[in-house]
């Protein structure tokens, strides 16, 4: 512990799962009004103790360690509860606990008609815990106990509708993929400990800067098992494909988990082991790479979709891919500076988008709704600051956060300018579909009614209630505008904070984030006038995004039609997304499934392994029946197993392996 | 040394056997109609009684007694209490799943504990024909309980095909002591190292570990060796399958690690090998073939095998440290299968109402207090971190990473990322809102004995994850006292 | 001498297990394995263990067999059916047999110099040295064997037990 005084950093994660365990174990009995009081208090202290910790940031001596005792000594290992704050803490603590509220406060009126709402709130809370606890921990052990349980939370919520099976079947998907990453985190924890003997930040990266010689090898394995990881939770390629399905949860656990919080967690994970990627260019490139491509490639596939949600969640995987270019080429700072405004706009983005679903009674599907500009308006206008936002456009957030990691792409060595170039077209392509997005929902006329004519069943009709206002478009209570308005103004101004030095601002942030995030790799090269150019260019192209949906979607909205024709091949693949999932589905899971079979069919005579030979024997035929059976043979096939498995083994112990072949 | 001394040694085991007897004397004298439950609590409070004994034993200095057959020490004391726990918890549940139509009861509560007994002296017996009398002991009291719902066919084909297959492992087991006997002329594991080392004919002494190897590999359902498990899991009662996929093979596996860790170290160049691919063969079979079940006590059948795979991980990393990781892993496992049985026990009650995975359809709502539960168990069981199934996981194959083994942690990895697939089926279908209202109707409610066996493995496998300090010390405790061959011929040390 | 008789009662053994297995009505196994058992003890006295060899004659020969038989008398078993067998018993078990039984008589064959060591006590072994081995230094196995054998009663009555 420092000298300074406790800042009682356990209240932090404790206070949301009191509130989870109030609502899990209580909540049935609660009236609605209790269950959201509970959880928003939860929430709301949390909140209120990071700003009373901001306001005495200055004071403070960094990083500022807790620990609160022992959790593991297992022979030379050990691991302890030990929270740590410094100005990456602080940050990610401010956008989780603060969009975080809002998002709760959001919820109250968005779940309002739902069954099971206490049980909503209680995973709600159970996320923050675990996303608290991933932002504080002080070694990778008790990162990987948030970063887990993240996961469990948002598994949960996904699968909320048990119901609806697409809706369990995306949890279990989600989940299952994110196993993947963390089979990569799992490796790199067990290889931090077979070299540093620890999995504490302070101690790893002490060492690691005390020993100026090591330079890849093993660290660079262990720098790809963690991205590894971050691909799955961050849903970057080749893990990206959890989180389009995730959007079967309700929207606003799209906004907090698959937006603002949890999906950003792989890019403050690398970001936090900062230390050990500069001492990997190879890790540093790949990362450069997966972000870039991916950004690249979600964004072609928003270009088509029709679910209001999916085009978000592909967004959503775009934007991550800006986050890990910056991590990529060492621009720490910006990727987390990206990750604050993006928490900002996308959250609002979603929130927004709830509204027009919750408007329109659960539709989700764009091509039926047109025209809502009159009819919402407060909605309208949010949800236009976060759309200007996300395409760049100055001086909005979305504009200095990413002009940020392009300018960084571009003054990078090596393929940088292909890094900025891909980056650039990406950011047309967000401009084009957001504003595709802006143009469906809410300007044209109304085709809600002319598909309704066709009898038309909505996507997704998750609002149980059916009452009399189940066809008027109406406008969302103020508990779900507020958070919306207030998100709404810092995507408009929180981009300020870190504007960028070259176009006359101080960069506040990134010299607030300096301290935490100190790369080697970091060289001033560019100039002024090389940034305003680069700023120019992109917003330039912003602004041909937005032209060209204009021209597509409210001038000539003719055109796409005849544009999909013509370039039939090409629209085919962008909407059954490049057929990933398919892909995935037969070189991963028919592989699997049929090594199952194998084992369970194959290996042991047909019919009597699964079970439903039994239904046959069943009735009770006494001893006679049981002979039969044992005699049809399967007791003599397990016995034959038996001998050809007690064959080969002695067969190995008699000759051995020794020195021709040691498995490791 | 007095008499009185050496029986402080084999205490557990004493009041055990007394209780058992006791047990099978006073059921003929109950009536028909006469509930046998307070056998069973008898049953419950002698355990705990053995309990508490095996614990004593920590206090005297470790040391062998009845002329060197058995040796007291933190390993057996580890093994002992993890047994004794087991079979608490199983006797827990049996008194809450006993019905009317129970039969034979007695003898059931009898077989438990006589069955504790030769576990028990697995763990501390120092002489392989000691230890085959407790892996027999308990074998067959396993084999007969397997068989006790005898009005239902599958459960006599359960108890008959294990036993028969059983006697098969066996007898591989019974002549590799021989084997070793012959080649290095005594059957005590303390003096088998030391005769290796004079010795020149280790070949028959190979043969003969290798033997011991395929006999306990069936005990331990370690693949190739696990082709019974389905079927005897699937018929057995569900309180007996929670006893025998956890204690016998904790007995078992102490035995495993007594023997290729004290009697045959010299020999490591042969078993670790053969324990790795038994590692890799057991883990991937038993994940693949859990996959597509759709019987959950087959499903659960398979995932043991899995895992006593995971823990012949640690047994190739040669330290000090993957004996530690396997006494602890033995201890997460049998916390949180235990208590999964003990769930499915109550919802399926005696006579299996529930079998495949979608009757538990509804089952969080029938019983919060039973989806909970099952929850939280299958979320152990996947490896989620804060519960003993995470801790044990990472421990083990930490240590093995430790050592080197880098292949057989990814194998693992990749398998204990497959193993969630299977288990989330069972959690999805238990929270899902049943389609049929008669899925609906109130489960029995939980009866003290169940609530107390639920509180015992739920706090088990939270303190197993959130604060193992002290069984991490036991079971660091435990592999120092093995490696470091006590071996104390006089056991004349002073007792405090 | 020793050889001659090693090899009639060692064949006789083999012919009469095989004999057990071949055969189908329960009786004329039963009546085989009598044959075992009694060449079994032959060996046993032609290594020198005559304790062990009078044991297995009055043990398995006399008490267990005659119970056998009885037992299958009164259950009055009839003949087995021949059944197929399994398709995984002939390609699994019958390898897996003949590897072992090879790879066993392999190992002995090779190693053949090396056995001998072991001693199970002078050549002929006197009560009193058995009894040291059995009620002192084996003396708690021994009585745990009294645990066995009370289980496996008490399993019989559980199972066999008429329900009510």
């Given amino acids: ?664 | 040394m007095t008499a009185n001394f050496q029986l402080l040694r084999i205490l557990p085991e004493v009041i055990l056997t007394i209780a058992g007897v006791l047990i099978m004397l006073i059921e003929p004298l109950l009536g028909h109609s006469t509930s046998r439950k307070p056998l069973g609590w008898f049953a419950v409070l002698s355990v705990f009684a053995s309990l508490a004994a095996s614990f004593a034993q920590l206090g005297m200095a470790a040391g062998t007694a009845y002329y060197g057959v058995i040796q007291t020490d933190a390993f057996s004391v580890f093994f002992h209490v993890l047994i004794a726990l087991i079979v608490l918890v199983s006797l827990l549940v049996t008194i809450d799943t006993a019905n009317a139509n129970t039969e034979s009861l007695g003898e059931l509560f009898a077989l438990m504990v006589f069955g504790a007994v030769g576990m028990m002296l697995m763990t501390s017996a120092t002489e392989l024909l000691l230890v085959f009398i407790g892996l027999e002991i308990s074998s067959i009291s396993t084999y007969i309980m397997a068989g006790f719902r005898r009005k239902n066919v599958k459960s006599t084909e359960s108890s008959l095909k294990y036993f028969l297959l059983g006697s098969f492992a066996t007898a591989f087991f019974l002549y590799g002591i021989a084997l070793i006997f012959g080649a290095t002329g005594t059957t005590d594991i303390n003096a088998i190292a030391s005769q290796l080392g004079t010795s020149a004919v280790p070949m028959f002494a190979t043969i003969g570990l290798g033997m011991i190897l395929i006999g306990l590999g069936f005990k331990v359902s370690a693949a190739p060796f696990h082709v019974w498990t389905p079927d005897a899991y699937e018929g057995a009662p569900s309180p007996v399958v929670g006893l025998m996929s956890t204690a016998p093979k904790a007995a078992a596996f102490a035995v495993l690690l007594r023997i290729v860790y004290v009697a045959f170290p010299a020999l490591h160049a042969h078993w670790q090998p053969l324990l790795w691919l038994m590692a890799a063969f057991s883990m991937t079979i038993g994940n693949l073939g859990a996959l597509r079940q759709q019987n959950v006590k087959r499903m659960l059948a398979y995932s043991s095998i899995a895992h006593a795979g995971y823990l012949l991980v640690a047994f190739t990393a040669l330290s000090t440290d993957g004996i530690a990781a396997a006494s602890f892993y033995a201890m997460s496992y049998a916390a949180m299968n235990v208590g999964i049985f003990a769930v499915v026990s109550h919802a399926s009650g005696y006579d299996e109402r529930l079998s495949l995975i979608s009757d538990y359809r509804g089952l969080a709502y029938r019983s919060p207090l039973l989806g909970g539960a099952l929850g939280f168990f299958l979320i152990s069981l996947i490896g989620i971190p804060f519960t003993g199934g995470f801790f044990g996981k990472f421990y083990v194959f930490a240590s093995a990473l430790h050592s080197g083994m880098v292949w057989l942690t990814i194998i693992g990895l990749v398998n204990s990322g497959i193993a969630a697939f299977y288990y989330l089926r069972l959690l999805a279908s238990a929270y899902s809102k049943p389609t049929n209202n008669a899925l609906l109707d109130p489960m029995p409610r939980a009866s003290f004995a169940l609530l107390l066996a639920l509180v015992i493995t739920i706090s088990g496998t939270l303190i197993l994850g959130i604060v193992p300090g002290q069984i991490l010390a036991m079971s660091h405790n435990a592999a120092v006292s093995l490696t470091s061959g006590i071996a104390n011929p006089a056991p004349s040390a002073t007792h405090q | 001498m020793h050889l001659v008789l090693f090899f009639i009662f060692g064949g006789l053994c083999v012919v009469g297990a095989l004999n057990l297995l071949l055969q189908s009505h329960p009786i004329n196994s039963a009546l085989s394995l009598i044959v075992v058992m009694s060449s079994l003890a032959v060996l046993y006295l032609l290594l020198g263990a005559e304790f062990l060899a009078a044991a297995q004659v009055i043990v398995y020969s006399g008490a267990i067999m005659v119970l056998f038989t009885f037992v299958i008398m009164l259950l009055n078993a009839g003949r087995e059916e021949r059944t197929h067998g399994s398709r995984m018993a002939y390609i699994a078990g019958f390898p897996g047999a003949a590897v072992l039984l090879g790879l066993l008589s392999y190992i002995f064959l090779s190693n053949r110099g090396h056995l001998g060591n072991a001693r199970l006590g002078s050549y002929l072994v006197t009560t009193g040295d058995l009894s040291r081995v059995l009620f002192r230094d084996l003396l708690l196995p021994f009585e745990v064997t009294s645990v066995l054998i009370l289980i496996a009663i008490l399993g019989a009555v559980a199972l066999a037990r008429k329900e009510h």
């Fill in chain 1, 1 to 664: 512990m420092t000298s300074t005084h406790s800042l009682h950093l356990w209240l932090l994660p404790l206070v949301p799962f009191a509130g989870f365990l109030v609502n899990a174990l209580l909540g049935r009995r609660f009236p609605r009004a209790l269950v959201t009081a509970v959880a928003l208090i939860a929430t709301l202290i949390p909140f209120l103790q990071v700003l009373g910790i901001a306001s005495q940031f200055s004071s403070l001596s960094l990083p500022h360690l807790e620990q609160f005792g022992t959790w593991i000594a297992a022979g030379s290992f050990h691991a302890d509860f030990t929270f740590a704050l410094d100005q990456l803490t602080l940050v990610m603590l401010l956008v989780v606990t603060g969009v975080g509220f809002l998002i709760h406060l959001y919820s109250a009126g968005y779940m309002a008609h739902e069954d099971g709402y206490w049980r909503f709130f209680a995973y709600l809370n159970l996320f923050m815990f675990f996303m608290l606890t991933l932002v504080l921990a002080e070694n990778y052990l008790l990162m990987f106990v948030g970063w887990e349980g993240v996961g469990l939370a948002s598994y949960l919520l996904i699968g909320f509708y048990y119901t609806r099976d697409s809706a369990a079947n995306a949890g279990k998907k989600a989940f299952v993929v994110n196993r993947v990453g963390d089979f990569g985190f799992l490796l790199a924890m067990f290889l931090f400990i077979a070299h540093f003997g620890t999995l504490s930040f302070s101690s790893i990266f002490s060492q690691i800067t005390a020993h100026p010689e090591l330079h890849g090898g093993f660290l660079t394995a262990i720098a790809l098992c963690l991205v590894l990881g971050a691909t799955g939770k961050s849903a970057q390629i080749p893990l990206y494909t959890w989180l389009p399905d995730a959007m079967e949860g309700p929207t606003p656990v799209s906004a907090l988990i698959h937006a603002a919080t949890m999906v950003t967690a792989g890019v403050y994970m690398v970001a936090r082991t900062h230390v050990l990627f500069d001492r990997s260019p190879l890790a540093l490139s790949t990362v450069a790479i997966i972000g870039t491509a991916t950004a690249f490639f979600a964004a072609t596939v928003a270009l088509v979709q029709t679910d209001i949600k999916r085009v978000l969640a592909y967004s959503t995987i775009s934007q991550l891919g800006y986050m890990f270019l910056a991590c990529g080429v060492a621009a720490y700072s910006s990727g987390v500076f990206h990750l604050v405004t993006h928490a900002f706009f996308k959250a609002l983005l979603f929130l927004a988008a709830g509204s027009v679903i919750h408007a329109l009674s659960g539709e989700q599907d764009m091509r039926v709704m047109g025209g809502l500009r009159k009819k919402i308006p407060v909605t309208f206008w949010t949800m236009t600051m976060a759309v200007f936002a996300i395409s760049g456009l100055p001086p909005l957030a979305g504009f200095v956060s990413k002009d940020e990691i392009l300018y960084h792409a571009f003054t990078a060595p090596g393929p940088g300018k292909l890094l900025w170039f891909v980056g650039l077209f990406t950011a047309f392509l967000t401009s084009f579909y957001m504003f595709r997005l802006w143009y469906l929902t809410f300007f044209g006329e109304n085709r809600a009614e002319k598909a309704a004519a066709h009898a038309h069943t909505p996507a997704s009709s998750h609002h149980a209630e059916v009452d009399e206002h189940h066809h008027a478009i109406h406008e969302s209570p103020w508990i779900m505008l507020g958070p919306l308005a207030i998100l709404a103004v810092l995507s408009v101004i929180g981009g300020w904070m870190g504007w960028p030095e070259g176009l006359g601002g101080g960069n506040w942030f990134g010299h607030f984030l300096a301290p935490a995030l100190a790369s080697q790799h970091v060289a001033e090269a560019g100039s002024n006038s090389l940034e305003v150019t680069l700023a120019l260019i992109s917003t330039l192209v912003a602004l041909a995004g937005w032209f060209l949906a204009h021209l597509f979607y409210f001038a000539k909205p003719e055109l796409p039609e005849k544009l999909s024709v013509s370039l039939r091949a090409f629209y085919n693949l962008l909407l059954n997304k490049y057929w990933i999932d398919e892909l995935y589905g037969a070189v991963v899971i028919a592989p699997v499934l049929f090594l199952s079979r194998f084992v369970l069919k194959g290996l042991i005579d047909t019919g009597v392994i699964n079970g439903g030979s039994y239904a046959a024997a069943y009735t009770t035929q006494g001893m006679g029946a049981i002979v039969q059976r044992l005699q049809s043979g399967n007791i003599r096939s397990y016995a034959g197993w038996l001998a050809l498995g007690a064959a080969g083994l002695l067969l190995l112990t008699y000759f051995g392996f020794g020195a021709h072949l040691s498995l490791r």
